[in-house]
C-alpha cells in the first residue's frame, strides 16, 4: 500500500490504513498519522490536521503544508465545498436506491445517537446510493461518526461496525474514496481517488504503509492482542520470521504465521525471567548470520544467539532520528555530534549516529557484542578505528570519563531493565534510573542532546519522565526541549496491549 497519494508545496494527501488514529488519543499512547508524519521528514513539520478519520476507516486525507493552504482548505470544509465520497459494505438488503439522511448526533459514552431535527443544533447530513454490491456515502456535513449512525439507524450498518449493530468482520468496512477540492494556491480542482480493500489483512496493509521495502525489511508483523492476537509477537527479520509466545504455538497461531511468505519460521518461548533460545520451526535453518536492512542501513543478526537476535526493532526509529538529525519539528542534532552511547550491545544506534556524521564512543559490559558492533560498523562501510568501543561497566565509565573531561554532544541512555555488575552492583529501572542520569549529566556538554529510554513496563510514563527531569533540575540545568516518542506503529498501543517502550529526547542547557 502506497501512503502518500500527492505532495507539493501546499498539500500532503494520504491514504490512511484502517486500524490507525488520525491523531494521538493521549498523550502516552502510540503515535496517530499525523504525529508519525510531522516527526518523521523536516518537510512535514507544519503540517496541520484540516479534518479526520475515524481508527478504523481507511482511505484519503488531505493535511495542509502551509498557512495559506490551511486557511483555504479549512474555509472550504466549512462552506461544503469539498466533495467527499465513501464506499460501505453492508450484510443487510437496503430498502432504497437513494437515500438522504439528515438528524442530529448526540453522544452517549463511546458511540453517538441520532435525534431528530431541532432549530438549536446543527444537523449532521448523508447521501446514500446503492452502487452494485457496494453503497456510496456522500457526507454533506462532517460530524463524528455520522455515516456510521445514520447506516446503522437506517437499517444497513456497516460491516465490522460491531459499536453500531453491524456483524463482525475483520475489519469496518468503511472506506474514504474519493476526494476534490480547489488548490489553495491556484484554485484548480483537484481530484483524488483511491479504491477501497475490504479483504487484505488490515496488520499487514499498516506495515506496507510505513515500511518502505526497500529500505527496511526488519519489522513486527503481529503484536500481540494489539493486533488481535493475545500473546503472539512476531517479526520479519529480512527472509525469516521469530515468533514469541508464552507457550507452545496453537493452531490457529501456526496457520496464521504459515500464510507468511518467508524462507523459515522460528519460534522462542517467552518467559518472565528472560527467553529461551530460538528454534527452528519449519523452513531452512539460517545461516549463522543474516544481515537484515533498517532505513538503508546494513545490521548483523543472528538467531541462535538467545534471548535477542542483534536488534531490538522496537527503537527503528530513534535509530533514524539519530540517523538523518531530525527528532521533531525544530528539534535538530547538530551536524557532526559526538556520541556517548552507553549502553550500547550491537551499536545499532551508534551506526545511525556515525552514519549521520558523529564520532561515537560505544560502552557495554560485552566485549562479544562490541565486536559484533564492529561488524556492524563494517557492514555500512563505516571506518570502526575512528570511532572508540569500550568494555565496562557504564556507571564506573562514566566516573572515568568525568575524570578526563570528555564532554559529548549526544548521550544515549538505553539500559537493560535489570542488570548487575561487581563494579556498580544491581541496576533496575524503575528505581535506578534518576540516578543513572545524574551520572550521566556531567558529561553531556551545555545546550547538548540526551535521549533517555526504557522498555521496562512496569515504569509509568509519567513516572519515568519525572526520574529525568528530576536529575536534570538536580544538576542544576533546565531542559531546553522535550520530544516524547512512544513505540513505532508496527508495535501498536491498546488497552489489551499497553505501551511498554518511553522515550525522550531532551535538549538540556
Known sequence: MELIVFEDEHLLVVNKPAGWNTHSPAPFAGEGLYEWLKNRLPRWSALAIIHRLDKETSGLMVFGKTALANRS?????????????????????????????????VRSGAKYISRPIRPDAAPAETIFSVAGDVIEAIPLTGKTHQ?????????????????????????????????????????????????PDFTSDTRLVLRAAIIDPALSDAYRIIHGAADGWPGLYLDRLGEYLMAQTTGALTDSQ??????????????????????????????????????????????????DEGSSTGLFLDQRENRRC????????????????????????TCGFSVCAATGGGRVTSLDLSKSYLEWGRRNFDLNGLDSSAHEFIFGDALAWF???????????????????FSRSRESGVFQAEKNYGALVDAALPLLKPGGTLLASTNAAQFAPEDFLKAVTDS??????????????????????????????????????
Open 147 to 195: 455515516i456510521r449512525v445514520h447506516a446503522a439507524e437506517h437499517g444497513f450498518p456497516i460491516l465490522g461496525d460491531t459499536l453500531y449493530g453491524g456483524a463482525p468482520a475483520g475489519r469496518l468496512c468503511l472506506h474514504a474514496a474519493e476526494l476534490r477540492f480547489d488548490h489553495p494556491a491556484t484554485n484548480q480542482p483537484l481530484f483524488f481517488s483511491v479504491p
Open 472 to 509: 536534570v533540575r538536580r544538576a542544576n540545568r533546565s531542559v531546553l526541549q522535550q520530544h516524547y516518542v512512544p513505540q513505532p506503529p508496527d508495535f501498536p498501543v491498546d488497552r489489551a496491549e499497553p505501551a511498554y517502550l518511553k522515550t525522550v529526547w531532551l535538549r538540556i542547557s
Open 399 to 417: 566516573r572515568r570519563l568525568v575524570k578526563k573531561k570528555r564532554c559529548f554532544d549526544v548521550i544515549i541512555l538505553d539500559p537493560p531493565t
Open 73 to 105: 482548505l479549512t474555509q472550504q470544509f466549512d462552506q461544503r465545498q469539498v466533495h467527499k465520497k465513501y464506499i460501505l459494505l453492508t450484510d443487510r438488503k437496503p430498502a432504497f436506491r437513494e437515500l438522504h439522511a439528515r438528524s442530529v448526533l
Open 322 to 345: 539519530l540517523k538523518e538529525h531530525y527528532i521533531s519539528p525544530g528539534f535538530e542534532l547538530p551536524p557532526a555530534p559526538e556520541v556517548l552511547n552507553a549502553f550500547a550491545y
Open 254 to 303: 501456526r496457520r496464521y504465521i504459515d500464510q507468511i511468505k518467508s524462507r523459515g519460521v522460528y519460534h522462542q518461548i517467552l518467559r518472565r525471567k528472560g527467553r529461551t533460545a530460538p528454534q527452528l520451526l519449519s523452513g531452512e535453518p539460517a545461516p549463522n548470520e543474516i544481515v537484515i536492512r533498517e532505513n538503508g542501513l546494513r545490521f548483523s543478526l543472528r538467531m
